[in-house]
């Protein structure tokens, strides 16, 4: 499918969700460098919002472009890690007037929007699928690295349920290509700094139980963002701090990104499909990591929340 798509090609935009993740960055820069090393005749560039500090030691990322030209019309536009039009952002009017379309995805909620849809929720990762798609020997070194992130991140550093063997033989793969797994893990996935972290603590320790302590949440304002000069990307991990508490079946974490409008992001068990509650209010994801945006006010929103989970609890009683 990729080989062929790019074969026709010689101009190719690749984007990826809103507020890019891990795997959305790895993804969009795997393939990035893998069509500029392997197809020097093509013209590629990466369309993305700002990407957080950390990501920027993955090679090529001071190339991603953040706006986009007035009347550029792209042969292919390639959708990583995105399951709506909606979610591409400003990107959208690059994809909407290209003349090819494909959609790489692992999200049980995508809806299939492009021409050519590339679509497996049982995967770990875009990047995994991504790297399924790729000619195996002309995989580089700065490719490698990209994906390897993507991997990192979309399963934990390896520990959800979403990892596979395919998952582990790919990492291997990669790792044989010279990428250094243990900095890479460290400076992306665990080095925080002194602000995210005192914002951490903060969130955990005015965390709320409900649902007779089966379920806890957290938010924070924006003004208290502003506070202590935190942007949205810095707040990732926290809602999987408050799932690893003891005896918790679903973890709610919220953000303000203007008042009474919030994102919120959803992590569960095997019991509670939290994809299917994303999906109610307009957002998606997997079974158990989902997200979405929604108005209200941080009550109305965990009280209408609760009863999501709460149906959920009693049909599996």
């Known amino acids: 499918m990729l080989k062929d ?14 507020r890019p993740d891990g795997d959305c960055v790895g993804a969009c820069m795997g393939l990035y460098h893998y069509i500029r090393e392997n197809f020097a005749d093509k013209e590629a560039a990466v369309y993305l919002e700002e990407i957080p500090e950390a990501f920027k030691c993955i090679k090529g990322t001071e190339d991603i472009r953040h706006e986009v030209e007035e009347k550029q019309v792209y042969d292919l536009f390639i959708c990583l890690d995105c399951g709506a039009p909606d979610r591409l952002g400003f990107s959208l009017p690059l994809f909407e007037q290209a003349k090819e379309t494909l959609c790489v995805d692992h999200h049980v909620s995508n ?27 002309k995989i580089s070194l700065s490719a490698a690295e990209a994906l390897y992130l993507g991997i990192v991140h979309d399963t934990g550093v390896f520990q959800y349920s979403c990892t596979a063997p395919s998952t582990f033989r790919m990492a291997a793969d990669l790792l044989e290509r010279g990428v250094d797994a243990p900095k890479l893990i460290r400076d992306t996935f665990y080095v925080k700094t002194y602000a995210q972290n005192q914002i951490l603590g903060r969130a955990l320790m005015e965390s709320i139980l409900f649902l007779d302590g089966k379920c806890i949440v957290s ?7 502003e506070f202590y ?15 690893n508490t003891e005896g918790i079946k679903a973890a709610v974490f919220m953000y303000e990104l203007e008042t009474n409008m919030y994102k ?3 992590r569960s068990d095997d019991e ?3 994809s299917t509650i994303a999906r109610y209010y307009g957002g998606g994801g997997h079974r158990k990591a ?7 006010n941080f009550y109305d929103i965990i009280n209408s929340i609760s009863a999501q989970i709460e149906l959920q609890m009693r049909e599996t009683v």
């Open 5 to 18: 798509l790019l074969k026709q090609a010689d101009t190719i935009a690749i984007g990826g969700h809103i």
């Open 111 to 137: 809806v299939k929007f492009a021409k050519e849809n590339y679509i497996m929720p049982d995967a770990s990762s875009t990047s995994e699928l991504v790297y399924d798609l790729m000619e195996k020997d």
């Open 219 to 225: 938010y924070i304002r924006k003004s208290t963002m």
């Open 229 to 243: 000069e935190i942007t949205p990307k810095e707040l990732d991990g926290i809602v999987s701090h408050l799932r």
């Open 264 to 266: 919120v992001s959803l």
């Open 272 to 274: 509670i499909d939290v």
């Open 290 to 296: 989902a997200g979405f945006t929604m108005a209200g």
